[in-house]
């Protein structure tokens, strides 16, 4: 990182998520959620975090991070989605929470990172509007347990996910198909979040942000239909999640497909918000969709890039792109900008193309900054191999490396590479 200055208080931090770490998913009262259903047994131990939290906690101190991002598991504090919380639950958040803060770590917590209980799924899930409601209470109850010790709070990370992968093409959980039926999911996602913005407020809560995935969509030709694929699917990854709680509005495009009474809502879904997170990974191609196809565009790989393991484009430039385009388009709408995720899966100890990735990626973040993008912070996902949810452990995206059989936590040398990047 030679010859690159990052603003005063710049936060570096590295991101986890419950479901993904974890494991003890019967342990202590937790409830089963959408992803015990949809992967029965897979994370039954996953990095057995629930029991080696402090193991872990000591990995965050040697790395030297000022902030580490985890999520809450709403099956371990609600098992059933409602009702009394479980005090094992609360208990062994405290546990954590206390160790980050006597260790000078802010916790960085996420509400919800996509394990809804059992319960509520068979209820509808996110195609009931009342989820929103149920979700609020839960963000309540973390509220008024934790605003003394979070420093910053993120309700819902990547509600396109679930929408897309987990309600329109079946890949995560709970594996519905509906294409663009599934898109009052992000409504009623969008509604929670609002609804546990005002209500993490209530509780005594502050610094209150989101965690969206962006990606830079890119046609694959000088085509206009490939431009107005490439628009339609910007739309739908894009700016349905962002629109919504920065203009309070949604893309004409998604319009159609959202529940009746939709703009009622917009009032509590865009709540002014102290920051917004930007997990970015690849950008995506685009194309006019071919016959039979039922949706607006194509999916088509980008082309001409080196890929991780994960067969993800390498595009450092394209980050750039999406700090600056995000600036351009909400102006002083936009909150102070995080990177609350970025990362990539490559194999081995000796991981000189992680090395190789986080610093290009970097580079592209210090340039947006320059370019007068107000970025603050920068998370590295992750920092243990982890569940990879459908590619289950095979990606291996941490700082550190973890042996499944013995649970042996092995620093990378990209660990050692961000602690002198973290300490400089």
């Given amino acids: 990182m030679e010859n690159l200055a990052f603003p005063p208080g710049f936060l570096w931090g590295v991101s986890t998520s ?5 494991g003890a998913t019967s342990a202590d009262g937790r409830g089963p959620s959408v992803w015990d259903t949809f992967a029965p047994g897979q994370a039954d131990v ?58 000078g770590i802010a916790p960085v ?25 149920r979700f609020a209470e839960y963000a309540s109850v973390l509220g008024e347990r934790f605003a003394d010790r979070v420093r910053m709070w993120i309700p819902l990370n990547e509600p396109m996910v679930t929408t897309v992968f987990g309600y329109a093409i079946g890949e995560y959980a709970p ?6 039926d599934a898109l009052p999911t992000a409504h009623h996602q ?25 990606c830079p969509v890119w046609p694959t030709s000088n085509a206009s239909a490939d431009h107005d694929a490439a628009r339609w699917l910007d739309a739908l990854l894009n700016r349905t999640f962002s629109d919504p709680v920065l203009l309070g509005t949604y893309p004409a495009e998604i319009v159609p497909y959202l529940p009746a009474g939709h703009a009622d809502d917009l009032v509590n879904i865009a709540q002014p918000l102290d ?48 700090l600056v385009g995000l600036r351009d388009r909400y102006g002083e709408k936009l909150p102070p900008v995080y990177l609350t995720e970025n990362g990539a899966s490559f194999d081995g100890i000796h991981d000189r193309e992680r090395i190789d990735f986080l610093d290009a990626h ?23 191999d982890n569940f990879e949810w459908s590619k289950g452990y095979a990606p291996r995206f941490g700082l550190v490396h973890v042996d499944y059989e013995t649970q042996r936590r092995t620093l990378k040398d990209s660990f050692f590479w961000y602690r002198k990047l973290v300490r400089s």
């Fill in 109 to 133: 917590a996420t509400v919800y990172h996509w394990d809804t209980p059992q319960p509520i799924e068979d209820a509808g899930g996110w195609l009931n509007r009342d989820t929103a409601y």
């Fill in 190 to 214: 969008h509604l929670a979040h609002g609804l546990a913005v005002q209500a993490l407020r209530a509780a005594g809560a502050s610094n209150i942000g989101t965690a969206n995935h962006h």
């Fill in 275 to 322: 920051f917004y997170g930007v997990n970015y990974y690849e950008p995506h191609g685009a194309a006019a969709p071919g016959e039979g196809n039922p949706l607006p565009f194509e999916l088509r790989p980008i082309e001409g890039f080196s890929r991780t393991t994960n067969d993800s484009p390498i595009v450092p430039a394209a980050l750039h792109e999406l």
């Fill in 362 to 384: 970097l580079r592209s973040v210090a340039t947006a900054i320059t370019a007068g993008v107000e970025v603050r912070g920068y998370f590295v996902w992750s920092l243990i």
């Fill in 18 to 22: 419950a479901f993904q770490i974890e």
């Fill in 46 to 103: 996953a990095c057995d975090h629930y029991h080696r939290w402090p193991e872990d906690v000591a990995l965050l101190t040697e790395l030297g991070v000022g902030a580490y991002r985890f999520s809450f598991a709403w099956p371990r504090i609600q098992p059933t989605g409602s009702g009394a919380p479980n005090p094992k639950g609360l208990a062994f958040y405290d546990r954590l929470v206390d160790a980050l803060c006597e260790a």
């Fill in 175 to 180: 594996g519905r198909t509906l294409l663009l």
